[in-house]
């Protein structure tokens, strides 16, 4: 991938959280944002601060088993975790027959179902960052109008 449109760094679960309500704001019905990180990065909890945002009522866990979740929010939230799909196609037989383009959606390991998703606005890739509890929250936008905003939220 190219430079990320902004560097961000996280000292703690809840700032990683602050981050996904802010970003969120610039996100609208029918957007797609994957998550990238290895194992224990910090994607779920950034999802959680989305749903704090998106004021979804019930509390976000891990999808990893199931695989996807719909949330009821003020926009609904789908949050999918690819890691277990065997390949693209699964994601078609999630039996979610719910509207993408209706809702807001976060694919934790999107890259393996990038190709398969339309309105890809945004990549989140997380890593450690130089303390146990600090990480690199890298943002690559897709979207010009998006990246002004994203760059004006952050700065
Ligand atoms: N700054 C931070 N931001 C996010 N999580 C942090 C941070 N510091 C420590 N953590 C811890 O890292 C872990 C992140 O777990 P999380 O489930 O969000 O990872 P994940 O990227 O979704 O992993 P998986 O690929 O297994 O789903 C949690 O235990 C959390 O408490
Ligand atoms: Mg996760």
């Not at 224990?40 to 704090?52: C, I, P, R």
Request: aromatic share 8%; charged share 30%.
């Amino acid at each position: 991938m190219t430079e990320p449109l902004i560097v961000l760094e996280s000292d703690s679960v809840e700032m990683t959280r602050q981050i996904g309500m802010k970003l969120v704001t610039v996100l609208t019905k029918g957007d797609v944002v994957i998550l990238k990180g290895d194992l224990g990065a910090g994607k779920t909890q950034f999802v959680k601060g989305v749903a704090e945002a998106l004021d979804v009522k019930d509390n976000v866990v891990s999808p990893t088993f199931i695989i996807a979740v719909v949330y009821r929010g003020r926009t609904d939230l789908i949050h999918i975790d690819a890691y277990r799909l065997e390949s693209l196609y699964e994601v078609a037989d999630l039996g979610l027959d719910e509207d993408f383009t209706q809702a807001i959606t976060f694919v934790e390991w999107g890259d393996r179902v990038v190709d398969f998703m339309d309105n890809v606005v945004m990549t989140v890739e997380i890593d450690q960052g130089k303390l146990e509890n600090f990480r690199n929250l890298r943002i690559y936008c897709f979207d010009d109008h998006k990246a002004t905003l994203v760059k004006k939220l952050f700065n």
